[in-house]
């Protein structure tokens, strides 16, 4: 029985989900297919009628996986309630539960360095996930002019990512713990 173009759209669509959080989860290059149509609660059998190559999965995963960070900080920032946008995004982002979340949070943690050795389309899409994290940012610095305001945000965002990923790498706790407040002390002064 041939299936709608609705269904193959959706199993597509869980294949991402499913990609992404096992490439969290385990890395990419240890993440083999099958792993990831078993999560998805498919055969391996059916990855080559919706993708041509694992490294496209890469990519749709990666994309995937930035814009539910980016709509994750935009909400997080929650300017229109009178927060501190930036303040609230280096809180959340430097947060024990996204450093202890090896499943959530940001692709670019927990794949960066693998993602720094992929096809051009999966860094395009962590290059334009970081763009729109950064862009994010800047928003929550108005009283700057534009470019400063990018240039902080582009230092912001990547002493973020280096926070967090060497919180995760390092094996003191308590090292680990203060990487995180020092990055948030930091940030405080922008």
Known sequence: MKRSKVETAETRRRIVKSAAAEFRRNGIHATGLSEVMAAAGLTQGGFYR???SKAQLVAEACAEGMEWVTQLTEAT???DAG???L???VESFL???HRDNLLG???LVGLGSELARADDDARAAAMDGFLKLVDLIAKQIPKAKPETARARAIFALSAMIGAVTMSRIVTDAELSTCILEQARKH???L
């Open 50 to 52: 919706h993708f041509g």
């Open 77 to 79: 920032a929650c300017p």
């Open 83 to 85: 927060k501190d946008g």
């Open 87 to 89: 303040g609230t995004i």
């Open 95 to 97: 947060a024990l539960e």
């Open 105 to 107: 949070g940001c692709p």
């Open 187 to 189: 940030l405080a002064k």
